[in-house]
């Protein structure tokens, strides 16, 4: 029954969300034509590793204009490691957001309070936040109170192949061709 129980948590609290990330970024790369639409998720998992090179400069070709999204994608990597590091990133920045804003006793106060020191802890937090986004496995095993952590893995990585096949879908369905 515990192991039914473990399965159930990580399917709400990593699989829905990895899942609706994964479909989100996905979707929004094949819209803006940084993806090729294929229906080939080993070719479009090489695609989104190869998106960490786009934005940098050989002799062979030129630079590739890159979305600020995107950029931030890239930095992680791209793929799972990517799509679920740059999620880190997220959970981690709007959570220290909002306990920063509430530490100084709401919004308003906290823009009154605002300051050169504040605004450098802020740019510090966030090298740190990038750190730990970048070293995620560590982050979650630490936040997940559970002596199961590979289904929790596994369940993200679940996440992540069924945002995939999701995003897939919808840009077929859109295209109304075969891919």
Request: charged share 20%; hydrophobic share 50%.
């Amino acid at each position: 029954m515990g192991f039914l129980i473990e399965v159930f948590w990580a399917l709400l609290m990593v699989t829905v969300p990895i899942t609706a990330f994964t479909l989100m970024l996905v979707s929004w790369s094949f819209r803006k034509g940084f993806f090729q639409e294929t229906l080939d998720t080993k070719a479009l998992e090489r695609e989104m590793k190869a998106m960490s090179r786009k934005g940098k400069k050989n002799k062979t070709e030129e630079s590739t204009v890159q979305h600020p999204l995107q950029k931030k994608w890239a930095k992680f990597g791209g793929g799972f490691y990517g799509i679920v590091a740059f999620f880190t990133y997220i959970v981690i920045e709007v959570t220290d957001v909002i306990t920063m804003i509430v530490n100084f006793g709401g919004f308003f106060d906290f823009l009154r309070q605002l300051d050169f020191n504040v605004i450098i802890n802020l740019l510090v937090e966030a090298v740190t936040n990038f750190i730990t986004a970048m070293i995620w496995p560590m982050y979650w095993m630490k936040r997940i109170d559970t002596n199961e952590v590979w289904i929790w893995f596994g369940m993200a990585y679940a996440g992540y192949w069924l945002g995939l096949k999701l995003a897939q879908a919808l840009i077929q369905r859109r295209s109304g061709v075969e891919i």
